[in-house]
């Protein structure tokens, strides 16, 4: 079993940065996928970044583009979202997440493992 936990997350104001950690818990946490996906009241959950296992591959929403950097550190089995010039429609809950099939994806349903959030509030 593949446990994700969260931490980072807070209130900013607009043009702040934060930065949030997702600790993963097993050995083989270089071989997966992770994501970073969040969900603002009423709104659908959205990938906002992602990384293959070797890091090779990154993806990032629009939206984020330039703002947003994520990175790994497969030895502290770790994964980052560093969140410069914070908008206040970045506001919403955050999510780590972890896909045991090569490559990135979009979807939801495409990622097994799932941390329990944290909330980024971007006041204006």
């Known amino acids: 079993q593949v446990q994700l936990v969260e931490s980072g997350g807070g209130l900013v104001q607009a043009g702040g940065s934060l930065r949030l950690s997702c600790a993963v818990s097993?050995?083989?946490?270089?071989?997966?996928?992770l994501g970073w996906f969040r969900q603002a009241p009423g709104k659908e959950r959205e990938l906002v970044a992602a990384?293959?296992?070797?890091?090779?591959?990154?993806y990032y929403a629009d939206s984020v583009k330039g703002r947003f950097l994520m990175s790994r550190d497969n030895a502290k089995n770790t994964v980052y979202l560093q969140m410069n010039s914070l908008k206040p429609e970045d506001t919403a809950v955050y999510y780590c997440?972890?896909?045991?099939?090569?490559?990135?994806?979009?979807?939801?349903?495409?990622?097994?493992?799932w941390g329990q959030g944290t909330q980024v509030t971007v006041s204006s």
């Open positions: 997440a972890a896909r045991s099939t090569a490559g990135i994806s979009l979807r939801v349903q495409e990622y097994d493992y």
């Open positions: 097993r050995r083989t946490f270089s071989t997966y996928s």
């Open positions: 990384v293959t296992w070797s890091g090779s591959t990154t």
